[in-house]
C-alpha cells in the first residue's frame, strides 16, 4: 500500500512540477527506476546483513522481504511500461534504436522477468508446490538480475554522467557485494572446509578485491550513452 501510494504521489507531483508530457514521462521512468533500484537493493542486502548481525536480531525485516521484493517489481514494470509506451510511443518503436539501446533494453527486460517470476513465487503454496529446493534456485536468478540491472542502467542511464552518482553507486554496490560474499565463502566453509575465521576472512577479501577491479574496469570495457557521445564530441571539435 505504501508503494501505491508513492508512485501516486511522485507522479502527482511531477505532473504539478513539469508542464511538458515528454519530459514527465521521461521524469517519471527515472524516477520509478531510482526507486525501484533502492527496493531491490534492499531486498539484496538483507541476507548478508542477516547472517552478520544474527537472523533472530532482524525478524520483521526478513518478514517484510517478500513485500520489499514485490515492490521493486512494481516499480521496475512502471518504469518499463512508461519508458516504453509514454516515452518510447510503443514496442514497435524499439527497431529504430541504437544498437546499444537495445542491449541495455534486454538487459532491463531480463531483470523485469526475473523480479516477475520471483513476485508469481512469493506464497507460501507456491514454495509448497515447487519444493524448498527449487524455488531457492529460481530466487537466486536475482543475482544475474541484479548484473543485468546494472548494465541495463550504465549503458543509458542519464545521472551516471554525474560523478557523485557514480561514486555512490560503486560504493554501495561494492558494500553488497563484500557482504555477500562474505556470507558465501562463510557458508561454504560451514558445509565442507571448515577453516579458521581468519583464512575465511582472507579469501573473502582476496575474491572481493579481485570482483571490485572488474566491477571499476566495467565503464572502460562496455562503452554506454554518455561515452560514446562524449568521444563523438571530441572528434568534432577535433575536425
Not at 133 to 143: A, M, N, P, S, T
Amino acid at each position: 500500500m505504501f508503494s501505491a501510494v508513492l508512485s501516486i504521489a511522485v507522479f502527482a507531483w511531477l505532473r504539478l512540477s513539469i508542464e511538458s508530457d515528454q519530459l514527465l514521462y521521461i521524469r517519471a521512468q527515472q524516477a520509478y527506476g531510482f526507486i525501484c533500484l533502492g527496493y531491490l537493493y534492499i531486498a539484496m542486502i538483507i541476507s548478508p546483513l542477516g547472517h552478520i548481525i544474527g537472523k533472530q536480531h532482524m525478524g520483521h525485516v526478513n518478514f517484510a522481504r517478500r513485500a520489499i521484493g514485490v515492490s521493486a517489481f512494481y516499480f521496475a514494470l512502471l518504469h518499463a511500461l512508461i519508458a516504453l509506451f509514454g516515452q518510447l510511443g510503443g514496442l514497435e518503436q524499439i527497431q529504430y534504436l541504437p544498437d546499444l539501446f537495445k542491449w541495455s533494453l534486454l538487459g532491463g527486460a531480463f531483470g523485469l522477468i526475473v523480479l516477475g517470476l520471483m513476485v508469481l513465487t512469493s506464497f507460501d503454496k507456491a514454495i509448497q508446490f515447487m519444493t524448498f529446493r527449487k524455488w531457492k534456485w529460481l530466487h537466486r536468478l536475482v543475482y544475474a538480475a541484479g548484473i543485468f540491472i546494472i548494465l541495463h542502467v550504465w549503458m543509458i542511464g542519464t545521472h551516471l554522467a554525474y560523478t557523485w552518482v557514480q561514486i555512490v553507486g560503486f560504493v554501495a554496490v561494492g558494500l553488497l557485494l563484500g557482504l555477500e560474499i562474505l556470507r558465501m565463502i562463510s557458508l561454504a566453509n560451514k558445509k565442507r572446509f571448515h577453516m579458521s575465521r581468519s583464512e575465511v576472512g582472507g579469501i573473502a577479501f582476496t575474491i572481493w578485491i579481485v570482483v571490485m577491479v572488474l566491477l571499476f574496469a566495467m565503464p572502460y570495457a562496455i562503452q554506454n550513452y554518455h561515452s560514446r557521445h562524449t568521444e563523438h564530441d571530441h572528434s568534432q571539435a577535433v575536425r
